[in-house]
Nanobody, 120 residues
Framework: QVQLVESGGGLVQAGDSLRLSCIAS????????MGWYRQAPGKQRELVAS??????NYADSVKGRFAISSDNAKNTMYLQMNSLRPEDTAVYYC???????????????WGQGTQVTVSS
């Protein structure tokens, strides 16, 4: 079993920056893919940024403003969010595809979410 715990959300003004963190703990051999999603009130959860062993992708709405990164030694992933806009307001969730052992398949895990609110 693996737990993902997000932190770093908060209330900021438009133009400000925030850095979200997501720490993974438990039985982890390797994190093969990770991602950040968000869900605004009344809307579906959407992908913000994703990172695999070979590629990084961003939603068009955050390209050039957000950056996904990780510290593999700490099993921690980050989302640096710059030039925040009111439309970025949402609950942000981290997601990870975790391989528990060298021979196991991956299992998908979600964090509990952290609120980001951007005022105009």
């Amino acid at each position: 079993q693996v737990q993902l715990v997000e932190s770093g959300g908060g209330l900021v003004q438009a133009g400000d920056s925030l850095r979200l963190s997501c720490i993974a703990s438990g039985r982890i051999f390797r994190i093969n893919a990770m991602g950040w999603y968000r869900q605004a009130p009344g809307k579906q959860r959407e992908l913000v940024a994703s990172s695999t062993l070979s590629s990084i992708n961003y939603a068009d709405s955050v390209k050039g403003r957000f950056a996904i990164s990780s510290d593999n030694a700490k099993n921690t992933m980050y989302l640096q969010m710059n030039s925040l806009r009111p439309e970025d307001t949402a609950v942000y969730y981290c997601n990870a595809e975790v391989q528990h052992t060298v021979v196991s398949q991956t299992t998908n895990y979600w964090g509990q979410g952290t609120q980001v609110t951007v005022s105009s």
